[in-house]
């Protein structure tokens, strides 16, 4: 699908200027599927964080998706709020590997000491329960990123196949 340039520069003659489009062109390409969002930690969050994610698979044609994405940004978020209340959060939703991608990110520092970072981590597991049968039942894959050297913060990331994701929108449909 070309795209067409809002710019009179820069649109070719062959086509028509954006302003006598009776519409947008809608994004139908899956793999254009790239957007970030900067979200607060508070639980409103979640509800809004999930309106965005679910108008932007609806615009790139990936309606089938819609429900293990949207109970993975709820549990993502909710659990990140509760570790930075108030603190900015950091989502994002993009394609790979026929499938959407989402990563989380909050500012929750990795703890020098090992004993303190795995009491820490053990809670944001248990947390994620839902999330984990959620992507489970997907076929796809999910994980807790600790941050690099000089670098802070925790990064959580989903992977929802294309083919998984859908047979679980179909036969939660069912129910």
Known sequence: MSSVSLCPLSTPASQEPADHLPHPVPLRDPESLAYSYAIPGEP????VARQHVHTALRAHGLNGLEVP???AVGELIACAALF???KILYLTLGWKDDGIRIVLWDPHTNHADPDYSAQCTAPRNKMLYVLACVVHECGGSWGIDKP?????GTRVWVNLPREGGTRFFRERDQL
């Open 84 to 86: 930075e209340p108030g």
């Open 44 to 47: 409103h969050a979640a509800a």
């Open 69 to 71: 994405a949207l109970h």
């Open 148 to 152: 690099a050297p000089m670098r802070e």
